[in-house]
């Protein structure tokens, strides 16, 4: 079975990227597929490269990052809602006068459209 997963939780504030993370590390496990990993509102927060965490706490980007290491999965961020939260990337961070991106290099920025034709072409679609 192949799935779209959506993510809407930010990384602290609720279980929903960490759900999100162990539910999709156990699909890849069972050797379901999944198309693609998009997040959405202030689950775009889940790309910020610059989140600091408590040594004794897990960090999300970086369990996303193995995640994506692992398995390939492309991870896409929602372009309206990164930069509602002042996610940029290299292109329109240097436009705004800062020296780099604070978007980790294994998001990919995308609108509505890579969510849509991925929601067409797969079994099942889960929000966390």
Known sequence: MTYT???TG???DSQ??????FFSRALLSLKHRIDLIFFYG??????NLMLSVANNEVNLFD???KFYQD???PLYICINSSLKRGLLETEKSSLLGFKKSNIG???K???FLELLNSIQKTDRFIQF
């Open 5 to 7: 997963i959506i993510v």
């Open 10 to 12: 930010s990384p602290y």
């Open 16 to 21: 929903n990227s960490r759900s999100a993370l």
């Open 42 to 47: 202030n689950g775009v927060l889940n790309s």
């Open 63 to 65: 369990e996303w990052k």
């Open 71 to 73: 398995f390939q999965v």
């Open 105 to 107: 290099d294994f998001f």
């Open 109 to 111: 920025l995308s609108g």
